[in-house]
């Protein structure tokens, strides 16, 4: 985002940065305690900027739209589930990475979920995007080394959700992560093209890494 507004010429890189380290008053920041407090909530639509707008403007935008399309309902559906709202924010910036269509966005929710609710038996989400967001690299298969990385969003090492989100999630990813499909999964994978498969089982899980790896 912060390289296509730069290019028009209408802010500079060190003007947008500077915008993103404002403190904008929005209710869904308040008790948001991270360094990168915007990240997860620059929604992503279609905008209209100008050269009569401010870095801060443009970045205000994004939140007002966040504001605009995340209703009461989504949080009266997340204060049912249990959550916060921005805990829903993580987890679906996670369904956001992991999942590439909205069929495969609600069963990856429900994987989540499915952990979530069972933290005794299944203490870690182990989702390889929360990773890649640590390495900064989209890496097709993730190496023991990179599943060890010390990162409070590296789910394979610390439990629950990670410290906050990994990307600006949309509507839909959103509604994922709030209404998630009815399944017993509890594992998920994807081979080269994208397809993703599950699993129920680590032993079923194992044999599906064996024939798509």
Known sequence: I???IVSTGYVSDAEFEAALEAEYDYDFLKGVDRD???????????YNISNTMSAEDMVDMMLRR??????QKYSDRAKKL?????EIMILASIIECEAGSGNDRTKVSSVFH???NRPSTYPYLRSCATVQYVLGEK?????IEDTKIDSPYNTYIHKGLPIGPI???GKAAIEAALYPADTDYLYFQSDSA?????ATTLQEHEAIKQKIQ
């Not at 966040?66 to 209703?71: C, G, R, S, T």
């Not at 249990?82 to 921005?86: A, E, I």
């Open 194 to 198: 994208g397809k993703i498969y599950y």
């Open 66 to 71: 966040f504001e605009e399309v995340f209703v």
């Open 114 to 116: 499915n952990r979530l």
């Open 167 to 169: 990307c600006n999630p």
């Open 139 to 143: 890496k097709p298969i993730l190496s």
């Open 2 to 4: 912060k390289r296509i």
């Open 82 to 86: 249990g959550y916060s709202d921005d």
């Open 36 to 46: 990168n407090p915007l990240e997860g909530y620059l929604f992503p639509d279609t």
